[in-house]
Nanobody
């Protein structure tokens, strides 16, 4: 599975930005898709994830209510809608994937549990 993240850029605090992650290879509907981010000098952290059925979503507390993860299985794409971003959301954002088989929700927030990763897209939030 190859993942290609895009959509990053410079956004003002309080604005909005949508990230996309296009997948090729594998069976996209059968994958849990996650978004992670890594700020300079910090460890990679969980942002959001969505189940293979698109019904179940899971968010980090820091983005809950501001970010929305969604997927379009017909386009093999997962999205991260970032509303009201804050300067502390500045980071490189990565998408990740893992087969849904045996992958329970409580495992979704750990980056080590994902098998496939995109290259990352930089988001800079100005104050």
């Amino acid at each position: 599975v190859q993942l290609q993240a895009s959509g990053g850029g410079l956004v003002q605090a309080g604005g909005s930005l949508e990230l996309s992650c296009a997948a090729s290879g594998g069976s996209f509907p059968n994958y849990v898709m996650g978004w992670f981010r890594q700020a300079p000098g910090k460890e990679r952290e969980f942002v959001a994830a969505i189940g293979g059925n698109g019904v179940i979503t899971y968010y980090a507390d820091s983005v809950k209510g501001r970010f929305t993860i969604s997927r379009n299985d017909a386009k093999n794409t997962v999205y991260l809608q970032m509303n009201s971003p804050k300067p502390e959301d500045t980071a490189v954002y990565y998408c990740a994937a893992r087969d849904t088989n045996g992958f329970v929700i409580r495992q979704w927030q750990l980056s080590s549990n994902y098998d496939y990763w995109g290259q990352g897209t930089l988001v800079t939030v100005s104050s």
